[in-house]
């Protein structure tokens, strides 16, 4: 999913975004950017996010 996608329907996942250093929820690189885009670019591991954005999705 596109990174702003999942923020306007999941607000609760910015948290997440941000614990994980993915800083650009709010950048218009979200516009068009995939969760595993923006993951690659900073270099971090996508299976905990991942883990973490479904698990406060999920509650």
């Known amino acids: 999913m596109i ?3 999942v923020v ?3 607000p609760q996942t910015v ?4 614990m994980h250093g993915l800083h650009c ?3 218009h690189v979200s516009l068009w ?3 595993e885009q923006g993951a690659l670019a900073h270099g971090i591991d996508i ?3 991942m883990e973490d954005l ?5 509650d």
């Open 8 to 10: 306007n329907q999941y």
């Open 25 to 27: 929820v709010g950048c």
């Open 15 to 18: 948290p997440i975004f941000l």
């Open 47 to 49: 299976d905990p996010l």
């Open 54 to 58: 479904n698990k406060v999705v999920a």
């Open 3 to 5: 990174i702003e996608e």
């Open 33 to 35: 950017e995939s969760i």
